[in-house]
């Protein structure tokens, strides 16, 4: 069996930064005592606001399994939420894995912000939108309206999202990347 590395990132609450970071500190030092520990260390933000990154290195994937099931662990984790509201994000690695991928560290790309999102979206459900009324609505002009929508909406969906959304989101690339 190989080394694993787990890496997390956790973000302090506004304020309480410094006891956050005595605190993951503390906990690696209980988790330097555990079976299979090899290594860890905290990477502080390099600005106010960002997440803290720990670094945990174990023999095996049993013995980081064995230290995050334990009291002490747990004992840790409880203490930090005190000064962190945020969900800790876990990532696991075989470390040769980390050692000799070109994208091993890599962290996702960040989503859009939402409002972004919708607005591209909303420039693609307007005109499309206003095509199909525009056309098709004369055509069912006899019929109840919840069936008028139900029609509306079954060629819109699809419509948007195989045939419109895909350029969109390819052309406003650049306006949700900011």
């Known amino acids: 069996m190989s080394q ?3 890496i997390v990132h956790r973000r302090a609450n506004v304020g309480y930064e410094t006891q956050y970071e005595e605190l993951a500190r503390g906990m690696l030092e209980a988790s330097s005592k555990s079976k299979g520990y090899r290594f860890s260390t905290l990477i502080p ?12 290195v174990f ?7 064995e230290w995050r099931q334990s009291d002490v662990s747990h004992e840790w ?25 070109a994208t091993g560290l890599a962290l996702p790309p960040k989503p859009p912000a939402r409002w972004r999102m919708a607005f591209v979206i909303w420039m693609g459900i307007f005109p499309t939108a206003s095509f199909y009324v525009y056309f098709l609505f004369p055509w069912l002009a006899d019929i109840p309206f919840l069936l008028k929508m139900f029609i509306a909406t079954v060629l819109i969906v699809p419509t948007m999202y195989f045939g419109i959304l895909p350029h969109l989101l390819r052309w406003m690339s650049w306006f949700l990347k900011r």
Request: net charge negative; glycine share 2%.
């Open 45 to 56: 933000p390099r600005v106010e606001g960002e997440e803290f990154h720990i670094v945990q």
């Open 59 to 65: 023999a095996t994937q049993a013995d980081l399994d």
């Open 4 to 6: 694993v590395t787990r």
């Open 77 to 101: 984790h409880e203490r930090l939420k005190q000064v962190s509201d945020h969900q800790p994000e876990y990532r696991i690695f075989n470390t040769e894995d980390l050692w000799f991928s």
